[in-house]
């Protein structure tokens, strides 16, 4: 092996913060930066490097010499195998400074933006048991630890029912309890486990593809409604039933019971038949008094308490008075054009995924709201000039992007039509200080608010003000 990529050993070194991706930061004595996935800032620790790159390192912590102040115990028994709550093992108020800190940098180094005041970054209430959707999948070879692999004892069956390991596609973490979704949700999980492998229904094997059970999907709302979606990777007419029976009469309590038979290498079901095998086909949300019907495929913000957060945040930002014509920009399925209709004369959404915008048009309809029109197509397509004089210059632009950011050509276009605010949402800073840079010569950022949605990760929202300079 070249000496470029022969391990090393750090001693002593001292864990100086937080970086991407839920990694924390330390400096070799080379001066080059370490990322270390299973330490806390402040942490002085030793370091066993696994890679090597021109200007970093990866490693791991393999002991710790002092413990940060800024440590707490983490409170789930699958911290550290599972991958889902990486910083669990810092207190709240910390990870949401370094969330701030992420975003800031990001602006002004990516960016090179000029801020504001920055408005400090608003909490979760709920800093566990948030979030209202959840899919585990089953396996019949689970992930054994060291300690188990190394064991003599019987380890008894290899099912599991959970999340994958990290990296790994085919290996599943059995999950006894986990802190993100309210029950009844761990309950319905491990009911079903015991109740497949006490009735001989065979868990997936994803290598060799074969099996019963592959997926669980679990939603539950803010109004009560519960949706449980079992994806069978065969058409078992009499398992199938046995279970879904043994869903209904276990719990009552849910909503809306329904199935996918999916025989593809992959899980995902958006283009697979979703089945309702009792109640209804969907389940509802509810945000100042607007309902939103939520299918098997429809895409909802996964904290609901915190969307609603975000939700007003992005409606002060626009200052509407009840004269403006807004764009809503990757609308999804119009939560947002709705949320702030009622302060608007007219919204227009855009979205590129059809039954996103089916969805929009059903909820409109719903809540009864008639100032809102929704449009289909690739943004950097639709979003032209011709369609603007269709629809009218707008006063002001939402625009809520995917994780890569607004094409280019979105970006030229917005600044072509140049309305009077734009407010841009964001779930990647990166990208967003990206988009802000195309626009800075022409807009000022004015207001800056970073929102947790999802307390115990490093992830987090942010949601800019631009006006005219």
């Known amino acids: 092996m070249s000496r470029r990529n022969r391990k090393q050993v750090f001693t002593n070194v001292e864990v100086i913060d937080a970086g991407a991706k839920g990694k924390t930061v330390a400096k070799a004595p080379d001066g080059k930066v370490i990322f270390l996935p299973n330490a806390v800032p402040g942490d002085v620790v030793d370091i066993q490097t696994f890679k090597k790159r021109k200007a970093y390192y990866e490693g791991k912590a393999t002991v710790f010499h002092k413990l940060s102040d800024k440590r707490t115990e983490p409170v789930c028994e699958h911290f550290?195998?599972?991958?889902g709550c990486k910083w669990q093992h810092m207190?709240?108020?910390?990870?949401?400074?370094y969330k701030q800190n992420e975003v800031v940098n990001n602006l002004t180094r990516i960016g090179h933006i000029e801020l504001p005041k920055v408005t400090p970054i608003l909490g979760s209430e709920k800093q566990y048991f948030y979030r209202n959707k959840m899919e585990f999948s089953f396996s019949d070879s689970r992930w054994?630890?060291?300690?188990?692999?190394?064991?003599?004892?019987?380890?008894?069956?290899?099912?599991?029912?959970?999340?994958?390991?990290?990296?790994?596609?085919?290996?599943?973490?059995?999950?006894?309890k986990?802190?993100?979704?309210?029950?009844?949700?761990?309950?319905?999980?491990?009911?079903?486990?015991?109740?497949?492998?006490?009735?001989?229904?065979?868990?997936?094997?994803?290598?060799?593809?074969?099996?019963?059970?592959?997926?669980?999907?679990?939603?539950?709302?803010?109004?009560?409604?519960?949706?449980?979606?079992?994806?069978?990777?065969?058409?078992?007419k009499i398992k199938r039933e046995l279970l879904l029976d043994f869903l209904a009469e276990t719990f009552p309590e849910i909503t809306s019971l329904q199935y996918v038979i999916n025989e593809k290498a992959n899980d995902t079901i958006y283009d697979q038949e979703v089945v309702c095998y009792k109640g209804k086909d969907h389940i509802f949300e509810e945000m100042e008094g607007l309902r939103?019907?939520?299918?098997?495929?429809?895409?909802?913000?996964?904290?609901?308490?915190?969307?609603?957060?975000?939700?007003?945040?992005?409606?002060?930002?626009?200052?509407?008075?009840?004269?403006?014509?807004?764009?809503?920009?990757?609308?999804?399925?119009?939560?947002?054009?709705?949320?702030?209709?009622?302060?608007?004369?007219?919204?227009?959404?855009?979205?590129?995924?059809?039954?996103?915008?089916?969805?929009?048009?059903?909820?409109?309809?719903?809540?009864?709201i008639t100032n809102v029109e929704f449009f289909v197509g690739d943004m950097k397509q639709v979003f032209n000039s011709k369609f603007i004089e269709t629809h009218g210059q707008p006063d002001v632009i939402i625009t809520d992007p995917p994780r890569d950011g607004m094409h280019k050509d979105v970006v030229e276009q917005i600044l072509n039509i140049a309305p009077t605010k734009i407010i841009y949402v964001s779930c990647n800073s990166a990208t967003q200080a990206r988009d802000l840079a195309l626009m800075d010569a022409v807009y000022k950022v004015t207001k800056t608010q970073a929102v947790d949605m999802f307390p115990q990760t490093h992830h987090v929202e942010n949601v800019v003000l631009l006006e005219k300079r």
């Open 144 to 176: 054994l630890t060291l300690e188990e692999i190394k064991s003599d004892e019987d380890l008894g069956d290899k099912n599991a029912l959970g999340f994958h390991i990290p990296g790994m596609w085919d290996k599943i973490l059995d999950v006894k």
């Open 292 to 368: 939103f019907k939520i299918n098997a495929k429809s895409f909802y913000q996964t904290n609901s308490e915190q969307a609603y957060e975000l939700y007003k945040i992005t409606r002060d930002f626009a200052g509407l008075s009840g004269n403006e014509l807004v764009y809503d920009l990757y609308t999804g399925t119009g939560t947002i054009a709705q949320f702030v209709s009622k302060r608007a004369e007219k919204v227009v959404g855009v979205e590129s995924v059809p039954d996103a915008i089916i969805a929009a048009k059903e909820n409109a309809q719903l809540n009864n």
């Open 91 to 97: 207190d709240y108020k910390y990870q949401l400074e």
């Open 178 to 236: 986990c802190h993100l979704q309210e029950d009844p949700s761990n309950a319905i999980r491990n009911a079903v486990k015991q109740f497949a492998i006490e009735n001989g229904l065979a868990f997936f094997n994803t290598r060799n593809q074969n099996g019963l059970l592959r997926t669980m999907m679990i939603r539950t709302s803010t109004t009560g409604d519960i949706m449980v979606l079992i994806q069978f990777y065969k058409d078992d």
């Open 80 to 83: 550290g195998t599972c991958g």
